[in-house]
């Protein structure tokens, strides 16, 4: 590229950061230990989580099971077709998603059994409670050791009110200074000049001046107290910083977030040069997933995923959302058959819920900005939106299937 993305002092400011926390090697292994099961478990039960952790082993247990749907259709799959993995968002923190599980237990035996989806996404700020009270491990523990989803993302935004503490370490250690507002009890916030929520244009994306060293500080943080891996990214600007950060930490990951997206082929090759610029030795990018935009056709999909295959970058997947909350986008939203379209054209996709399709209580935006106790009262309500998104993705995975098409769902559904 004629311009390098980042300066020299951009540079020294996020490689300060990485050596404040010990390094690359140490937050790789500081995240590889917190994902060990036993040590999760071990730390929960000294937080308050272990029976919580201990109920939902036991419901795992009653999970409906893909099999059993396998061989009454006697599935073969059709390897010219693409493959499909189920994404489902909304696991809005441990008492949430303990109460999914509940869900999913009691439709074993029903004529729509709702299996786990491979992946899952949780749109709740990091807080300090969330992140420090075991809140967030014990939804990773529940999601990742126990469903066996094969990726959960957590989200950082911009906007979470911390301990004024938090924003003056970031200062010093980066020489950057941030501009902020006192919200009383020892809290403060980033000033957000373009409000769109309480946490700032559409959930965070406002990544003014140097607030990707924020973003970053939350993701690092968050990484090592609780063995999160994969992090939401809302911005240009902290997509930058975080292909830069990552490239040595090769069990830290992002998806590019649907409030950025790809809308087009030239916003794709935008995100191919910031790749590019921060490979890794192995040729992979810390970039796992790009969420692909909601207005593009499926021949807009599937020529981004040629031309992503074309870069030789490897290890990145294509995401498109099915159905949508209805303040998400247009009223109605379905893009299911345009993702039987993509799939029969021998093209990957990870197809995702931000909603079953129908306008129940709590299917929101509204709802990833709960309070942490008010996300906590309404855990039932919410873990029921879960659960019929995950209903809607069976249903779709069966369809699917019913076709030949290769489906990955959570390994606790095999």
């Not at 303990?98 to 074993?108: G, I, L, T, W």
């Not at 009262?377 to 993705?393: C, H, M, N, P, T």
């Amino acid at each position: 590229m004629k311009f390098a993305l980042l300066s020299d002092a951009d540079h020294k400011a996020i490689d300060a950061l990485k050596v404040h926390y010990g390094g690359a090697t140490a937050i790789g292994a500081a995240i590889a230990e917190k994902r060990n099961f036993e040590r999760r478990k071990q730390i929960l039960a000294d937080k308050g989580f272990g029976e919580m952790i201990a109920d939902a082993e036991r419901l795992v247990g009653l999970f409906p099971k893909i099999g059993p749907f396998e061989e009454k259709i006697g599935f073969s799959p059709d390897l010219s077709k693409g493959v499909a993995t189920a994404q489902v968002s909304g696991f809005q923190g441990a008492p949430v998603t303990h109460h999914a599980m509940k869900r999913f237990a009691e439709s074993a035996g029903s004529d729509e059994p709702c299996w786990v989806a491979s992946e899952m996404i949780s749109v709740v700020a990091l807080t300090e409670h969330y992140v420090y009270s075991g809140d967030l491990m014990a939804t990773l523990c529940m999601a990742e050791n126990i469903m066996k989803a094969s990726k959960f993302c957590s989200t950082n935004l911009i906007g979470t009110p911390l301990p004024a503490e938090r924003f003056r370490l970031v200062e010093a250690v980066t020489g950057k200074t941030f501009e902020t507002i006192d919200l009383g009890e020892g809290l403060s916030q980033i000033v957000l000049k373009n409000m769109g929520t309480a946490f700032g244009n559409l959930g965070g994306v406002e990544v003014a001046n140097d607030n990707h060293l924020l973003y970053l500080d939350g993701v690092i943080r968050a990484a090592m107290e609780t063995g999160g891996d994969f992090f939401l990214n809302p911005s240009w600007s902290s997509i930058i910083a975080a292909c830069y950060f990552g490239r040595d930490i090769p069990n830290l990951s992002f998806k590019v977030s649907m409030l950025l997206s790809t809308q087009n082929l030239m916003q794709l090759r935008m995100l191919l040069n910031i790749m590019n610029a921060y490979l890794r030795d192995d040729g992979t990018t810390p970039i796992y997933e790009i969420n692909i935009g909601n207005g593009v056709s499926p021949q807009t999909f599937i020529q981004c995923s040629r031309e992503l295959d074309a870069s030789g970058i490897k290890g990145v997947s294509l995401a498109a959302h099915l159905r949508i909350n209805p303040d998400l986008g247009i009223e109605g939203f379905n893009w299911t058959d345009e993702a039987f379209e993509v799939l029969e054209s021998g093209t990957n996709l990870t197809f995702k819920y931000e909603s079953d399709g129908t306008a129940r209580e709590l299917d929101t935006m509204g709802a990833y900005f709960l309070s942490d106790g008010e996300r906590n009262e309404l855990a039932e309500k919410i873990g029921d939106v879960i659960y019929y998104k995950s209903v809607r993705a069976s249903k779709d995975g069966r369809d699917m299937m019913k076709r030949g098409i290769r489906t990955r769902f959570g390994a606790s559904s095999y």
